[in-house]
């Protein structure tokens, strides 16, 4: 796999994108019941800002935490 790409999947942490769904989509669900009913355009809106929302604080955790990071070696065999 490219350096690069594998880089940037592992900054973003692709692999939790299961996550981010079920997490707001159970709150949004909810909040239809109580307040109006099914929008498409409050579903686009709420999973922009699940996935940017949820993007964001990994990338902002990797830049708060980058000097103890640095000590934080993977090594690869």
Known sequence: M???LKSYIDLTRAHFMFAWPLIFCSGLFLGFQNYGG???ALVIKAVLIGLFGFEG????NDYVDRD?????VEYIS
């Open 57 to 60: 604080g990994m990338i902002l």
């Open 2 to 4: 490219n350096q690069t």
């Open 68 to 72: 103890i990071d640095k000590n934080d």
């Open 38 to 40: 099914f929008s498409w």
